[in-house]
């Protein structure tokens, strides 16, 4: 089993409901969801684009999925979720917007917003004496050979290169995206998520995920509000 810290707007939330549709699967429950025809795309094709967020579901990283050091337990993984959300104040991100980070497209905040840094590089901390070293079969799966120095560095560190200044907030939509599919992908995401592209997103929960075994689907085991540890919602 996997575990992973990452941020997801609470299950009725309009956003949530948008994704989940988009992605053919909603996290909170495991259960597929029925995608909207889209005219520009093949259901067939939207569905092998779409699939490896639909694996992993709707979210923001803030800590990369990582198994458990030896003697470590779920509880301890709870207990040390509800302490991280109550310690964090909620916040806003005034914008976000649809972008196109390599050959994908995500979701992510148009200016860099020093309270999401923090609440990422928070996560990456906090969690970290609970995560077992990454596997040399892990490490291989991230090509380190296309990383940085420094991306090397820090995924030997902290199991995830893309942390602290190389982290990079984004909500994920699609998988790669081959160049000849990538105007009508936006077209089509820029119609899907229009209610949401140029307006704020607020930061007020954090979600904790599983994965049972590697390879399953990612579900949602637990959703906190920032700043209380005293509502925890088990999914």
Partial sequence: MRYAIYFAPPADHRLS????RWLGRDAFTGGAVARPEIPALDPDRQAALTAEP????FHGTLKAPFELVPGRSEADVIAAFDEFAAEIEPFEIPEITLDQIGPFFALVPSAPSASLQNLAEQAVRRFEPLRAPLSQADMARR???????RQR????AWGYPYVFEEFQFHLTLTGPVPEETRSVMRETLEVAFDP???RPLSIST????????RGAPFTVHSLL????ASARKIA
């Fill in 153 to 156: 560095d820090y995924l030997a």
């Fill in 196 to 198: 949401f592209i140029g």
């Fill in 225 to 228: 509000p920032l700043g209380s």
């Fill in 17 to 20: 409901l948008a994704a989940a």
């Fill in 206 to 213: 954090v979600a904790l995920f599983v994965e049972p075994q």
């Fill in 54 to 57: 639909r694996r992993y579901g």
């Fill in 143 to 149: 090509n380190p050979d296309k990383l940085t120095r």
